[in-house]
């Protein structure tokens, strides 16, 4: 048996029965280095090897203590970034999203503008007749948007569009008119996946003699009264 093995069994039986281990000890005459080995290992108490290792724990807790506020600040940057991050994909989802309805309220009004142009100039579309007024005609203006009785869609559905495009053609007593002039205005509205993303587009020709002779196109950011 080695002198480890031996030493660990001589301290175990003096813990068990101090007097026997110490009768033991006397008597038995063992090897000297064995005895000396055991007696520097009895020597060591548990309070002793607990103060061995108190520094350790200490300096385990310290780092502990400076590591906590390092993991913390990591992670509220984490969190800030990912709200920031979350914050900018949905305004550039909703800016995407409007640029699209404007888009498709911007088709759906350029259609019906020019397919109420062409219907007017068949003689085939109701208008709104001229007033005794020289001014530019008004009536698209009110509300609720196109709700005249001469308005009309000239398509049934328009794809991806909340409604379908109307257009409203009035006609119109220009000062500057010459005789057999006939001068009109001629509106289209058009709206995209929502009622509120509408585009608003305008015809103001003058027909002479079957033919077109003045045609100007505009966008206009429509106030409704």
């Given at each position: 048996?080695?002198?480890?093995?031996?030493?660990?069994?001589?301290?175990?039986?003096?813990?068990?029965?101090a007097g026997h281990v110490h009768a033991r000890a006397v008597a038995g005459g063992?090897?000297?280095?064995?005895?000396?080995?055991?007696?520097?290992?009895?020597?060591?108490?548990?309070?002793?090897?607990h103060m061995r290792f108190r520094p350790a724990r200490r300096a385990w807790r310290r780092d502990a203590g400076l590591a906590l506020p390092a993991v913390i600040a990591v992670g509220a940057a984490v969190a800030a970034l990912t709200g920031t991050w979350f914050d900018a994909a949905l305004t550039e989802s909703r800016r995407t999203r409007a640029l699209s309805d404007r888009l498709i309220a911007f088709h759906a009004a350029d259609?019906?503008?020019?397919?109420?142009?062409?219907?007017?100039?068949?003689?085939?579309?109701?208008?709104v007749n001229e007033s005794e007024s020289h001014a530019e005609p008004d009536a698209w203006r009110r509300m609720p948007p196109l709700a005249a009785a001469e308005a009309f869609a000239p398509f049934a559905d328009w794809?991806?569009?909340?409604?379908?495009?109307?257009c409203l053609i009035e006609a119109w007593r220009r000062p500057a008119a010459q005789a057999g002039d006939r001068a009109y205005l001629v509106t289209a509205r058009g709206v995209g996946g929502h009622a509120s993303s509408a585009v608003w587009l305008q015809y103001q020709l003058v027909i002479r003699d079957g033919h077109v002779v003045v045609l100007r196109w505009r966008r206009v950011a429509a106030v409704l009264r």
């Open positions: 048996m080695s002198g480890a093995a031996q030493c660990t069994r001589d301290d175990l039986s003096r813990r068990v029965d063992g090897d000297p280095r064995q005895q000396a080995t055991c007696a520097r290992v009895s020597a060591a108490s548990p309070h002793e090897s259609a019906a503008l020019a397919a109420c142009t062409v219907r007017l100039l068949r003689g085939s579309a109701p208008y794809p991806m569009a909340a409604q379908p495009p109307r």
